[in-house]
């Protein structure tokens, strides 16, 4: 007999024998598995500076966002969004003493200038807030933005601090295996971008 065809008759035995003496399973009565409980709103948002980046917190956890001397309130959700929630959040910020507002952006291709000038007003007013959306995404994004706007850091640099987020490395490094650089492109008529 061949090595190539003695090695597969062995592993193929090998294989029958350990499915022959395994015991088999108990019959039970069928239970759902046990899904993990959410991690709760805090630890699943992001503190930089002032500023708590996070995904939708649920009525309850504005009282918890007051009691981290959070002040306002900024959601970056369209009023669809907003109304599938099966709680009023302007009425559960409020309660909780939270100055809310909403800075709609549709989840694809609501950023535009405008909205980065209406945030960059809402950080001038000073105070903790709450910037969020759906799941931090548009969140973080829009803090990115600023960070390069107004704070004079590089694309990269304000990228990765709103990495915690998921945001980064982007989906292409993970697929590839390494970092992209990012920065701004020269525009068309060579004067040196503006952030």
Sequence with gaps: MKPAALCTLLASSLLL???ASRPEPAK???TPPASAPAA?????SLRLDNVLLGPQPGAEDFAAVRARGITRVINLRTPEETATLGFDPAAAAASAGLDYRVLPVPSSGGFSPAVL???SAEMAKGGELLLHCGTGA???QLYAAWLV???????QEAMQRVAPLGLWPLPMERLLGRPLAIDFAAPAGGDAPQP
């Design 28 to 30: 039970t009565a069928a």
């Design 138 to 140: 548009r969140a973080g």
């Design 40 to 44: 709760p709103f805090l630890e699943r």
């Design 149 to 155: 706007r107004e704070r004079g850091l590089s694309p």
């Design 17 to 19: 024998g350990a499915c």
């Design 117 to 119: 000038d209406a945030f």
